[in-house]
């Protein structure tokens, strides 16, 4: 028998509606890439969503199941297209700006972009590929000078497109598990592949992220938003903000720590995210020129990376400010655990609270992990035994935008991770490795493989490994060994880095080179990753 309930759709406009209804007095703040502050209402975002659905619809002709772009740092245009877009039906697709121009291509080309909202400052980027779009009719050009110019064929001004339109618009009834916006991840080989979020995954997402067990937001707070929102939809806080009530503070390229400190002190910041590169260049800052009054910041959100315990000790001890850790990924939309203290942990000493809030943490209700030996049995929950972590859940992932396939994902559903983790007694995970063969540094995912073949290609090297080393500002950092032709031969590391910059951006580039003789493969012939970090880490590599 089914329950005698209304069929009320969860979508992106349900909380729009909400934030406009309950919040419309709550602000969104932008510090412009030129630093210049703006600042409106949520009512004010309902209004111009309202314009910008007319544009879309009327001026541009979009549809429902259009794919549109946006290529924007975070700012207040950015939210009012994640529910605009979103709103008419079409899927929000924010594209990383930091990526190559060949995979920019390529998500662009694959997703078939029809229209694509791009800041004026980040038009160069797509200016050099533009010939090659095969489906962008049209740019949309966001925060631009009157009369700026571009080789960009068809630009229209974001506020010009929004001018004349009406604020009335009826949005259409949407299933709640149709398509609301997509993210692409990088693939370690290969191309990277589209998630497409529903409405629903959203709305359940940005609803559990509020709980006091999870994020703790309320209409008490003032959020500052680092995390990017061309990263998985800035982990749903421009949704959880109009949920929760909380003004949002949105950044765009302002992410220098010491312009970071002076918004979080002029806004009275509460709460903000970060991976946790943002949060140690703060906290650096912080320490060489002390804040002269204590900030509002209570707690920082940090995931993408391990948030390092001696980070979240420093940051307490000298300034009061509580580090939280999450763990997601961009095919669990992202986030899917989170570490806090409960009760049944009062009495623990503090160094064993340390310990437990440097885990990546419990699963949110509504997802669920296991851990999975290499022998395919499951792992118990011991807080020792490793294994792969896998998870399921109502915003995780059941398959890649156009693919069939089912890699990635177990016969019974569960999706793989690509971590490696253990799991203890109270549901305590913790990442201890990684199968994927990438380097995130800073936040942003580097490929070995992809390094490898290019030094591979260079006429004196015969071989070539990358591995991720520590680093105290990156987190993780490339390292390449390097087995070379001829042994009597050498190379520069900056012939390396001119000969890598043809196919790489700067940050995906080694600054560390080490020579070899033999790289170590293991008993099929594949490079032998554990070993070469078993080497570096006993000081044999150098
Ligand atoms: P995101 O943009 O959220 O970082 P990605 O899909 O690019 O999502 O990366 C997900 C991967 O990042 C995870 O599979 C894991 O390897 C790593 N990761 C995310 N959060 C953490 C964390 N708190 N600690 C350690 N690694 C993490």
Redesign the pocket.
Known sequence: MEGLIMNYPLTTTTILEYGNSVYHHKKIITYLPDGTRQEYRFGDLYKRCKKLANALTLKLGITKGDMVGTFAWNHAPHVELYYGISGVGAICHPINIRLTSDQTEYIINNSEDRVIFVDATLVPLLEKIAPLLETVECYVLINAPKDFKTSLLITIHYEDLLEEQSEHFEWPTLNENDASGMCY??GTTGLPKGVLYSHRSTYLHASNIISPNAGNYSNLDTILLIVPQF??MA?GFPYLCLLSGSNMVLPSSNLQPDVLIKILQEEQVTKANG?PTIWLGVYDAMKKNPPKEKLALEEYI??????PKSLIEGFEKDFGIKGV???????TS?LGTVSRLQSLHTHLSDNEKLNIRAK?GTAFPGVELRIMTDEGTLAPADGKTMGELQIKGAWVINSYFKTNNQDGFTQDGWFK???VSTIDKDGYME?KD?T?DLI?SG?E?ISSVALESALMAHPKIKEAAVIAIADEKWIEKPLASIVLVNEKDTISDSELIEFLSRDFVKYQIPRDYVYINEVPKTSVGKLDKKEIRRLFAEGKLS
């Open positions: 991840t990088s990263h998985v982990w991976v940090v995931g993408g990376s391990a948030l850790q999450a763990w997601g990924m961009t095919e992202p990546q991770t690509g971590d990442i990684r994927k995130k936040g995912w």
